[in-house]
């Protein structure tokens, strides 16, 4: 009976859980009698007491425990929140503060490792493993989770209306059988054996070759910028692949390129274009150059062209990026762009399921950084802003008469015509052929600093021929030129960018080049009081200006006749009190304000009276050659800013040695118009003794 007792539980207890096996025993114990329980011991080789412990689980618990539980409710190891009740509460005390996400939500998250969580909590007294500390964390709430990118910029609040707005522009547009494009710039791309992200198939072991690091090859290396156009309706694309700078020209220029090879032979009857982009980069709504270049294409097609920008930071929503960029990322993926060929068949080959179709071209065409528009300019252009929301949807109608012809928006057409002004005298102060020396000695001091700038930059020699790469917007004559009028005071810096079409960056560092280049060679530039605060003042003026001394009175009054020194004493004078000057009043300032000033040292500040005119207004009054009011009457000024420059050069004139005689009462003008024609006379005077 023992025999066949032990084969049939042999054959069950495998199949069974442990408190199964454990009432199985019991059962057959009890069914035996007497000497049961030894005898199933024996048959199966488990101990008497756990068939008694079998047994006594049948009297007590004849019911099965819920859930297909094997122990009681409490059984088992006991964890170690539970023998510790004060280690959970230091656990989250940990990871609360860097906590990610709603701390509302049931489901929370940390950046903490286990490891680090766990050596911390065994140094305040709760020794535990980095498991436990995982099995607590989850029992919690807590899981490991990435970034969600669904932040984007700071959420305009009209954001959602601009959607809806755009989308019913497309709509519009497509419905009446309209072109519809959304453009955008993919990222830069470097040429040569540069990594690749991404796997391509390769036999085993024979992996591509590229660089190790591309950083320290950034200056010799070529890059390329491919512009985007996506056909939304076509479902095609077209990249135009510049390799100078990514402007707003090049956008508008690939834009172009686009309606010449695709646009008008898939479109023949289009007479409106609607293009959708994002608010940044070379197609920004900001910037004047954008919708300047919009407006020449418009003028070359006929086409009326509507322009909706994406709010900021929703850039990812512009078709280009999910249905044309991502698909030519991916087909380039794991291969280095070896050459400009190499991009351009790539991005050619793109295609897709959804039928696809790029094409691309090479563009090797200069397109200048620095270039800007007038704000004259831009309001002339016939750009209607829409109703709902017109700084991001507007759009750009044919104009037949344009108050500039397209041609001559280039900038080097701008500054032939704005250096011809600014050359002459009444603005620069000194004759043409003075002018032309100056930029026959300045010009190559100039080019040899800007060689040696791009040499430290570069960290060594030019790996290029000279003239390749970027055009130079500002010639040196320009450089010169502007800071020879922003010296004297004439123009402001926003009126010369406007003039010569550049931005603030580009003509800053070339003015300040210039001006430290005309210290070297102690050439001094004396400021005139005339204020032209816009370039149509600025070509007013220029025409009906006639001779130096009309433009600047102060010219008149440094006649030798009026101030009793020649020009020589004059101007000596006038630079020996220039510095004392300059410093009085940088203390009288600093008293006033009690701090310093922040302002560039080297900026010119536009006063009502240059320091030069104020000294000679000083020097008049200390002649007493005229009252006041008269000598504020010839330097346009009131009679308190001459009383102030009196009282403030008096004490630094005498300091110097001078202390004139007051001139005769009967010699003492009485009014402007007579200072002015009593110095007419004295020059005409000694031009017929000359003769």
């Not at 500390?133 to 669904?150: C, D, E, I, P």
């Not at 391509?200 to 190790?212: A, H, T, Y």
Request: with cysteine; proline share 6%; hydrophobic share 35%.
């Amino acid at each position: 009976m023992s025999q066949q007792l032990a084969s049939r539980l042999g054959v069950l207890l495998p199949h069974l859980n442990e408190r199964q096996r454990r009432l199985l025993l019991a059962a057959e114990a009890r069914e035996l009698g007497h000497g049961g329980i030894r005898a199933v011991s024996r048959a199966t080789g488990v101990s008497e007491t756990t068939v008694r412990k079998g047994i006594a689980e049948l009297a007590d618990e004849p019911s099965p425990f819920p859930g297909g539980r094997i122990r009681r409710p409490g059984g088992g190891r006991k964890n170690s929140a539970a023998k510790d009740p004060r280690l959970l509460p230091a656990l989250l005390a940990l990871v609360e503060p860097d906590e990610r996400g709603d701390p509302m939500s049931p489901l929370r998250w940390t950046t903490k490792s286990l490891r680090h969580l766990a050596d911390e909590l065994t140094k305040q007294g709760h020794p535990v493993s980095a498991t436990t500390v995982g099995k607590l964390l989850r029992a919690n709430g807590f899981s490991l989770q990435g970034n969600a990118k669904t932040l984007e910029g700071k959420q305009h609040p009209d954001r959602d209306a601009q959607f809806h707005y755009i989308n019913n522009q497309v709509k519009e547009h497509q419905a009446d059988g309209e072109p519809v494009i959304s453009v955008d710039t993919k990222k830069k791309e470097m040429i040569g054996r540069i990594h690749n992200p991404g796997r391509e198939w390769r036999p085993k072991g024979e992996p591509i070759d590229v660089e190790d690091h591309s950083l320290f090859f950034r200056g010799e290396i070529q890059q390329v910028i491919p512009y985007g156009i996506y056909d939304i309706a076509a479902n095609t694309g077209w990249v135009n692949v510049g390799v100078d700078h990514d402007t707003s020209a090049f956008a508008v220029a690939s834009i172009r390129r686009w309606w010449d090879n695709r646009g008008k032979h898939d479109y023949p009857g289009a007479k409106r274009l609607l293009i959708t982009a994002d608010s940044g980069g070379s197609n920004s709504p900001r910037y004047r150059l954008w919708k300047s270049e919009l407006a020449t294409l418009v003028e070359e097609t006929g086409l009326a062209i509507t322009v909706c920008h994406f709010p900021p930071g929703t850039s990812k929503w512009n078709k280009v990026e999910h249905r044309l960029f991502s698909h030519i990322t991916m087909n380039w993926r794991g291969r280095p762009l070896t050459s400009h060929e190499v991009v351009i068949k790539t991005i050619e080959s793109t295609r897709t399921r959804s039928g696809l179709r790029v094409e691309a071209e090479l563009d090797t065409r200069a397109y200048p950084i620095g270039v800007t528009v007038s704000k004259e300019y831009l309001d002339s252009l016939p750009i209607r802003p829409h109703d709902t929301h017109g700084a991001w949807n507007y759009t750009i109608e044919p104009h037949d008469h344009c108050s500039v012809p397209a041609a001559n928006r280039n900038p080097r057409f701008i500054q032939s015509e704005v250096l011809e002004m600014l050359s002459n005298p009444v603005m620069t102060g000194m004759t043409r052929d003075e002018l032309a020396e100056l930029i026959a000695l300045l010009a190559p001091a100039q080019e040899a600093k800007a060689e040696q700038r791009n040499y430290d930059r570069r960290g060594g020699k030019r790996r290029r021929v000279k003239g390749a790469g970027g055009m130079t917007v500002i010639t040196p004559a320009a450089r010169i030129m502007a800071t020879l009028v922003h010296l004297r005071g004439i123009c402001t810096m926003p009126v010369l960018q406007d003039l010569l079409g550049v931005t603030r960056s580009g003509l800053q560092k070339p003015m300040r080049e210039t001006r430290a280049l005309l210290a070297e060679h102690n050439h001094t530039v004396r400021a005139i009081d005339l204020r032209l605060t816009t370039t149509q003042a600025v070509r007013d003026f220029v025409t009906s200006a006639g001779s130096l001394q009309e433009v600047d009175p102060q010219e008149a009054l440094r006649h030798p006749a009026i101030t009793g020194m020649s020009h020589t004493e004059l101007d000596a004078i006038t630079t020996r009190l220039a510095t004392r000057y300059q410093a009085r009043l940088q203390e009288m300032r600093h008293n006033r304000r009690g701090a310093e000033l922040k302002k560039d040292p080297g900026a010119v500040i536009y006063r009502k009276i240059t320091d030069e005119g104020r000294v000679l207004a000083a020097i008049l009054a200390m002649r007493q050659v005229a009252t006041r009011p008269v000598i504020a009457d010839l330097f346009k000024v009131s009679p308190r800013t001459i009383g102030n420059a009196l009282v403030e050069l008096r004490p630094l004139l005498k300091e110097d040695g001078y202390n004139p005689t007051p001139v005769h009462r009967a010699q003492r003008f009485h009014s402007a118009e007579e200072v002015l024609r009593y110095v007419e006379a004295r020059r005409e005077s000694n031009a017929h003794a000359k003769l």
